[in-house]
């Protein structure tokens, strides 16, 4: 069975015919139809439809249109002529013929001359398409150019890398389109360009920068070639380029990393020479020995003179420190064959360390450790020794001065408890009396005037109980040093003690010029010691009084979840912020004591008193805007019946 490309050839072989045959019944119908216009001549008709026969369909068809019209002419049209008539048919038909074989012949050639140039160009429209499809599918950018430098082809890669769009580049100076710049001086690179006479591609695998349409730099590769016709003539020029990012990062990364390998390189040159220079000045003795012999490697100076005599490198330890302390021999030798490190605090060494022959001691913070090498086998050892003679006889001496101190501060809590106690006893009996008596005079005179001796008893009456409170804080102090400060707790109002204390001060508090603000309208109830809570709010109400007279005191005291908050607040001569930690010390006083006086016990106690309780004192000054004293107390007591700061004052 024959194939399709035969099948469709000879179907269109017998159409070829089959029209010459239609385009000479179709002349034979026509000169029919003309034959009175057209007798003397019915060649021309005949002629046209040979013509066009030999046009469309060559050789073949022309001849058999020829024939067919020879056969019409004979039969149809010269049937019944003149015998000078038939010969002068005769010689016209011959003449037909030749004019028609002549005409066939120039059709056929022009046909095919035609048909050829029809392939070639079809050819080439099918290679241009492929080429032009093969091009826009590659993953290299390409772009064209003709002779006058204007883009004519740029696949869709290089339009992605130059940021036009193909509209817009074709028909565009290629300076503009590809914009390159030199990897290392960022320079402009000079235009592409190939010499006429180059029949080969020039500037292979050149690295550029290419500066896209919106700014932005890629690392490329390009090669560029010129594009001639057959005879040499350029038509333009061909570019291609690639993007190189990876391999432009891979080049970066690899020179950095050659940089850093060279400053690593230099910074280990200059820690050598560091290590050395810190070990040969070491404040410390290093001596580094292999073996079980301890053959000295290596050893500082202080290493070399601490035993009296100079270490030999390559020497011997035992053969180079003669009158050394066996011990330490011992301790090298047990180190190198066990392998444990071994540190020693103020190790006393007797030797002869200054070469008279008279051995004394010393003592050395040591350590020796085993010095082992890349597979983990111990090589030597190495020991830093440092001399701490002079620390260890200073420390001594400070621990008997401590002792002498504990002993001298014992001596004085005792004295102040004794005289607090001796000194209590004739205060309260000197209180009493001053009540008894005040009490038995009369409110005024026989004129009807504040009686003058009660305003003396009760100017006798404040400096005996502020005496009396001074002998108090003296034997707290006593009682806390000593944890005999015990706490009895109850269930307290702390508003309602708070008014009552300020009531009680009011006295004072008109002598001094101030005028106490209360604060305290809803009871604030919980577990605290009554006296020692009155303590804390007299104290600093006290030293409100002393440190900001003639101003206002403000007292307030409010619940805040389980907690309780009393603040004290005065206007006076405030405490500078490098003084606001020290004044809760025992004994210290941010001011002088020619002003104001007081032993510097009361924020200290207070401080006491509070912490026991399992709460916390601070304070918020400035100088001369006055200070802000605030306690918070927890409602109830902790867990354990104390807080961790008031181990001296157990819970009764």
Known sequence: MASSPDRLAESSSWGRYGLALLATTLAFALQSFLWQWLAPSPYLLFLSAVLLAAWLGGYGPGALSTAFSLLLIHFFFHQGS????????????????????LMTGV??????TFQEAQRARASSLANGHVLSVTLRSIGDAVLTTDSNGLIRFINPVACYFTGWREPEAIGQPLSRILQLLDPVSREPLPLLSVPQEEARPIQLGRQALLLSKNGAELPIEHTDAPITDSEGRPLGTVIVFRDISSRFREDHERAQLLAREHDAHLEAESQRERLE????QAPVAICLSRGPEHVVELVNPLGQTLVGEHLAIGRSVRETTSGLDPNLLQLLDEVYRKGQPVVGHEVPVRADFSGSGQQEVKYFDLTVQ???GVD???LGTMALCAEVTEEVLARREVEALAQDLQKALQIRD?????ASHELKTPLTSLQLQLQLLWRSLPETDAEGNPHPARKRIEATRRPAERLHQLVNNLLDVSRIRAGRLALERETVDFAALLQDVVTRAEADAAGAGCRLVLQAESPVVGRWDRLRLEQV??????????????????????????CARLTVRDHGIGVAPENQARIFQRFERAVSERHYGGFGLGLWIVKQIVESLGGDIRVESLLGQGSTFTVTLPVEPPPSG???ASGSFPTV
């Open 82 to 101: 003149a015998p000078p008539s038939a010969s002068h048919h005769a010689l016209s038909s011959a003449l037909f013929t030749g004019v028609a074989a």
């Open 107 to 112: 059709c056929a050639r022009a046909r095919s």
């Open 537 to 562: 709010v007299t104290n600093l109400l006290s030293n409100a009084l002393k440190y900001g007279a003639a101003h206002p005191v403000e007292l307030s005291v409010v619940q805040e979840g389980s």
């Open 376 to 378: 983990g086998e111990t």
């Open 642 to 644: 104390r807080s961790p």
């Open 277 to 280: 220079t810190l070990f040969m």
């Open 370 to 372: 085993p010095w082992r």
């Open 414 to 418: 005792d004295f102040l408890s004794v």
